[in-house]
């Protein structure tokens, strides 16, 4: 009975392709029991038996002329042409063989293998082993393969996939390696480490471009040194492409065993050579970023540039890499933005590329917060179930201001195993942080730090320090920031982050003039700053430093140089103190659908709104209310906010039966205290707020503000002297040479009216 096409040569497999005589043999013998199979195709095959590869392939070649339809031809003619090292040949004769029969298996995985000798032919060979692997999941040689070429495109989630199904059994030792590989190139170490440790218990070696990705997971676990000496080992005079590697990778781990005058050197012989310019634009780019080295960074960025405009059709992940190194530099962003913008018009379907240029946009300002958040949604809504989607879409978000509406997106990417992008996990503490989950937010970070990627990393500092100050614990919170401070970090957002950091502890706890000293330190190093100005505006002002057209006059500035898109946190802060003003309600009605989560801006917004219509007003409050709550704050959280709002439209009542509830849930909450201390103060029922304001510090013991709630107790209840006392204990808390000007002009003022009810006049203004 004859034998389909189909069934003969399902019973080979990738290693056809490598075949020597016994299977030539075998082959030509099915092919030959096949009665359709012309006398001019078996004759083929047996020349090929024989060795004579060139009178084989000149026999397929007439056979399929005569028989163009022949599946059996085809596949004669593409294996003579490997035979024979005709390599392009042979691929384009196993796709018309694919033409013929779209699920011939030899085909198929003979496609697969061909795809590691050209880039070109990656995809392809990807495609051709996924349609084998659909016909048979079980093929571990086709799944090997598939995985490797993943990893020559750079494509470590998907590959990552495929070796975890292959780990699962008895993996070779070349799977071992692979697999190594990609974990490490995706940037998950110990997972790595612990595979080339099981590699070399087999007792393999590790050289060549695999000791490149060991040699980079040993730096990133702690053993630069090993690094080094691995590298230094197969390190060689030559000027190929290993060798370059080999260079580029030895620079970084000479950097991390503090020596960058080596890891420059290293690099060195590969300046001018044109072969070279990416590698060296990658190595300058690390090593600029690790040393904050201005001169490398631009030189990075001038490489890769010149690697574009020399390339005639970059590919798409060249264009993605110049756009992500071109995106950490200011003066570069510009040009990133519209390589982000090409990539998406190239790639319209990769999600990653679609949030990098959103937050991009919204850095440069070319979109509000609340376009961000739309654009957002649009791709991250529903989740793709493809790991290679979900890990680009994890390295855009990474980059985007935390959205705690995103929250479920993030908790669910880390729960993939094959994402790796430990930063994610500084983003939900920073949405936790936003819940005011403290100890979810304490857990989260800590998830962070204990990965290699956080190593010298400041920002968990900065976050930490937060965490402390919402707890309470102020003294701990300005001692790490005040740490950071003192390594004069290289990042100038991690610095800026901890002067303002600890310019608000040093307020909240009454110390002004540090907190204006701060400030006006990093200030005078860089005096354009307007978000600094704004910073400062807002401490001085509350303070009484400044007078109300002073701040406005900052905050006019920044209205008038900015584009409305651009809305930093300085802006809220500072619109948050200033008081409520009808012009700017358009300003307000900005900044609260940027963030509808700033309760400050938001209390203005309301108190403009209840000028015109007290019923809106309070709506809004209720709705706010509730948007707060599907947001899974908690129910004192979401107390303490309908208090606050409702005393921003004098709803005394309603503030009331608000922090009451907070309190019955929370006793010692002091933000319930204080609210109902400025209740009992608007009720003027002094005693009531003077005992809630000190049930309040008792909790908080140096915070200033409520501290000079009691000394506007004092002053309501006609104890003049009494207050005066409460600030002369206050100033004595100030630190020397740093006084507080606005409790000095509040004493001031009421030594002035006290003398004036009996009947003296105050020296300074008898002349």
């Known amino acids: 009975m004859k034998r389909s096409t189909h069934d003969w040569v399902s019973a080979f497999s990738l290693g056809l392709l490598l075949m020597g005589s016994p299977v030539i043999t075998l082959l030509a013998t099915s092919v030959v029991q096949a009665q359709a199979v012309p006398p001019l195709v078996q004759q083929g095959y047996a020349l ?25 031809t085809w596949l004669g003619l593409a294996i003579a042409y490997r035979r024979a090292g005709q390599d392009a040949n042979a691929f384009q004769a196993y796709e018309q063989v694919l033409r013929l029969e779209p699920n011939n298996r030899l085909a198929l995985s003979s496609i697969g293998l061909l795809g590691s000798f050209r880039p070109e032919w990656q995809t392809r060979g990807i495609e051709a082993l996924t349609i084998l692997l659909r016909l048979n999941p079980g093929d571990g040689e086709a799944r090997t393969q598939r995985a490797l070429l993943y990893r020559y495109q ?3 989630p998907e590959a990552l996939a495929d070796y975890q199904i292959l780990l699962q059994g008895n993996p070779s030792s070349a799977v071992l390696l692979g697999a190594a590989e990609a974990f490490s190139y995706n940037g998950n170490y110990p997972q790595a480490l612990e595979l080339y440790n099981r590699y070399l218990r087999t007792g393999g070696k590790i050289t060549g471009y695999a000791a490149i990705a060991y040699a980079r997971t040993l730096r990133n676990m702690g053993n630069p040194g090993g690094a080094v000496q691995l590298l230094e080992s197969q390190l060689t005079n030559k000027n190929d492409d290993l060798n370059t590697q080999i260079r580029v990778e030895l620079a970084q781990a000479y950097l991390a065993i503090q020596q960058p005058a080596r890891a420059l050197s290293t690099i060195e012989p590969l300046r001018g050579r044109p072969d070279a310019s990416l590698p060296l634009a990658r190595a300058f780019n690390e090593i600029g970023q690790k040393l904050n080295n201005a001169t490398l960074l631009a030189e990075a960025a001038r490489l890769y540039r010149q690697v574009l405009s020399q390339t005639p059709n970059p ?77 680009a879409i994890a390295q855009g978000l990474v980059r985007l201001e935390p959205e705690l509406e995103f929250l479920p997106i993030y908790q669910e990417l880390l729960q993939n195993p094959i994402i790796n992008e430990p930063f994610l996990n500084f983003r939900v503490a920073q949405m936790l942080l936003q819940r005011n989950d403290l100890a979810g937010a304490r857990n989260a970070l800590a998830a962070y730090t204990a990965t290699p990627q956080a190593m010298g990393d400041l920002a968990p500092q900065l976050l930490a320090a937060e965490i402390e100050r919402r707890e309470g614990n102020l003294d701990a919170a300005g001692q790490r920031y005040e740490a950071i401070i003192a390594t004069n970090p290289a990042n100038y957002d991690i610095l800026v982050g901890a002067v303002q950091g ?5 307020a909240t706890q009454g110390r002004t003039g540090e907190s204006l000293y701060v400030l006006d330190q990093l200030i005078a190093r860089n005096p354009q700053d307007l978000r600094l100005q704004m910073a400062r505006a807002g401490i001085a002002y509350q303070a009484q430093v400044i007078t109300l057209a002073q701040a406005e006059a900052v905050l006019n500035a920044w209205l008038g140089s900015r584009p409305p898109t651009d809305t930093p946190s300085e802006l809220y802060s500072l619109v948050g103190v200033l008081p409520a003003n009808p012009q700017r309600e358009q300003l307000y009605q900005l900044l609260a659908e940027a963030d509808p989560n700033n309760i400050p801006v938001q209390v203005r917004l309301i108190q403009v709104i209840a000028l015109r219509d007290r019923n809106e007003a309070k709506a809004r409050v209720l709705q706010l209310v509730g948007r707060s709550q599907m947001m899974s704050i908690s129910a004192v959280d979401a107390y303490l906010l309908q208090g606050e709002l409702a005393l921003a439209i004098q709803d005394v009542s309603l503030a009331k039966a608000s922090f009451e509830s907070a309190l019955a849930l929370q006793p010692l909450n002091a933000d319930a205290l204080i609210g109902l201390g400025n209740v009992s103060f608007q009720e003027r029922r002094f005693d009531k707020a003077e005992d809630f304001f000190n049930r309040a510090l008792a909790v908080k013991p140096r915070d200033a503000g409520v501290q000079r709630s009691l000394i506007e107790v004092k002053v309501a209840q006609d104890y003049p002297l009494e207050a005066i006392t409460q600030i002369e204990t206050l100033q004595r808390q100030q630190p020397g040479g740093f006084p507080a000007p606005g409790l000095a002009l509040r004493r001031q003022k009421l030594e002035e009216d006290f003398l004036k009810r009996r009947g003296f006049q105050p020296p300074w203004e008898r002349y």
Do not use: H, M
């Open 48 to 72: 090929l038996n024989q060795g004579r590869v060139n009178e084989a392939i000149a026999a397929f070649q007439q056979g399929t002329r005569q028989f163009p339809r022949s599946v059996e």
């Open 154 to 156: 750079g494509r470590f």
């Open 315 to 391: 590919s798409p992940s060249l264009l993605r890499e110049v756009a992500d190194v071109l995106s950490g530099q200011v003066s570069e962003r510009e040009a990133a933005l519209q390589l982000y913008r090409q990539l998406a018009q190239l790639q319209p379907s990769d999600r990653g590329i679609q949030l990098k240029r959103l937050a991009l946009e919204r850095q440069l300002g070319y979109i509000s917060r609340s376009q961000l958040r739309e654009g957002v949604r649009a791709v991250v809504q529903p989740l793709p179930s493809d790991p290679a989607q979900q890990q």
């Open 502 to 506: 600890l310019a608000a502890i040093r």
